[in-house]
């Protein structure tokens, strides 16, 4: 069985000014735009997302509002404080603890450094990750608590979107994550 996992960082924040607390910092005019743009490239894949996690701070939880508006209105937005500057190990252990059985596609959305290292762990590659930047990874599990023991042979990066686009995909995969015919 596959299971499609969407992790992203947050899109473009506001600096943090004078007393504002960085968890309350939320998305500029180009980070809203780019959150809109990656929902609308997600509209126009064959993906359907079943259960959205994202930290609680006003910059992701707005990412992931955004993005699902325009990608997929009836998941399940699951805000966790938990996932606020998490590390990588943190982000997996929770989208193994919140993710029901049933679940096909989740989608993250965190903060760097952490969902830049979860990316990397799962790809298997070095990658830069800007505010906006999203990557589909594939992975073939039957159940998601399969992920703690995850390895390249069953995980796969298929595509990355950034800047509202398919900025890359696997040239070999030919899967979910391609434009609707």
């Given at each position: 069985?596959?299971?499609m996992i969407?992790?992203?960082?947050?899109a473009e924040?506001?600096?943090a000014?004078?007393?504002q607390?960085?968890?309350?910092?939320?998305?500029?005019?180009e980070?809203?735009?780019?959150?809109?743009q990656?929902?609308?490239?997600?509209?126009?894949?064959?993906?359907?997302?079943d259960?959205?996690?994202?930290?609680?701070a006003?910059?992701?939880?707005q990412t992931?509002?955004?993005?699902?508006?325009?990608?997929?209105p009836?998941?399940?937005?699951?805000p966790?404080e938990s996932?606020?500057?998490s590390?990588?190990?943190t982000l997996?252990?929770?989208m193994?603890?919140?993710c029901?059985?049933?679940?096909?596609?989740v989608?993250?959305?965190?903060h760097?450094p952490?969902i830049?290292?979860l990316?990397c762990?799962l790809?298997?590659?070095?990658?830069?990750?800007?505010p906006?930047?999203?990557?589909?990874?594939?992975?073939?599990?039957s159940d998601?608590s399969?992920l703690?023991?995850a390895?390249?042979?069953?995980v796969?990066l298929?595509?990355?979107i950034?800047?509202?686009s398919?900025?890359w995909?696997d040239?070999g995969?030919?899967g979910p994550?391609?434009p609707?015919g």
């Amino acid at each position: 069985m596959t299971k499609m996992i969407l992790l992203m960082r947050h899109a473009e924040a506001q600096n943090a000014e004078g007393i504002q607390r960085d968890f309350g910092r939320r998305l500029t005019a180009e980070g809203c735009e780019t959150a809109s743009q990656v929902g609308t490239c997600l509209n126009a894949a064959n993906i359907v997302c079943d259960r959205i996690l994202t930290s609680s701070a006003d910059r992701t939880l707005q990412t992931a509002e955004i993005v699902a508006q325009h990608f997929c209105p009836s998941a399940i937005l699951v805000p966790l404080e938990s996932l606020y500057n998490s590390s990588a190990r943190t982000l997996l252990s929770t989208m193994i603890r919140e993710c029901e059985a049933d679940d096909s596609c989740v989608m993250v959305v965190a903060h760097n450094p952490g969902i830049a290292e979860l990316m990397c762990q799962l790809a298997d590659k070095s990658l830069s990750v800007p505010p906006g930047m999203l990557a589909a990874v594939h992975a073939e599990i039957s159940d998601w608590s399969e992920l703690a023991n995850a390895d390249v042979n069953n995980v796969r990066l298929v595509a990355v979107i950034q800047d509202g686009s398919v900025a890359w995909q696997d040239p070999g995969f030919n899967g979910p994550i391609s434009p609707k015919g």
